[in-house]
Nanobody, 124 residues
Framework: HVQLVESGGGSVQAGGSLRLSCVVN????????VAWFRQAPGKEREGVMG???????SYKPGVKERFTISRDYDKNTLHLQMNNLKPEDTATYFC???????????????????WGQGTQVTVS
């Protein structure tokens, strides 16, 4: 049974930084396409950044220069480093994972089976 457990959200001023973490329990992170999504109040959930098992990156326009997605296989953990945060980045952030299989396309438009509980990021 795979579980994703997030941490690292908080409140920061514009221009500040936060690092979100997502521990994958129950399986090895190496098998998974992973991504970060966010949902602001009154808005639909949107993809922020995704990472294929081969390292291919997908991202929402406008965040690549400020956000970095990374994996720590030793700790089975996914990270999202967010720099130069803006008020419009305020949202609940979710990590997501899905087993990478042949011919699967890993992107922010792909379906994901496993989701974290969400962590709040507030930028003022």
């Amino acid at each position: 049974h795979v579980q994703l457990v997030e941490s690292g959200g908080g409140s920061v001023q514009a221009g500040g930084s936060l690092r979100l973490s997502c521990v994958v329990n129950g399986d090895t992170l190496r098998r998974y396409c992973v991504a970060w999504f966010r949902q602001a109040p009154g808005k639909e959930r949107e993809g922020v950044m995704g990472l294929d098992t081969d390292g291919s990156l997908s991202y929402k326009p406008g965040v690549k220069e400020r956000f970095t997605i990374s994996r720590d296989y030793d700790k089975n953990t996914l990270h999202l480093q967010m720099n130069n945060l803006k008020p419009e980045d305020t949202a609940t952030y979710f990590c997501a994972a899905d087993v990478d299989v042949p011919k699967r396309i890993c992107s922010l438009m792909s379906p994901y089976t496993y989701w974290g509980q969400g962590t709040q990021v507030t930028v003022s």
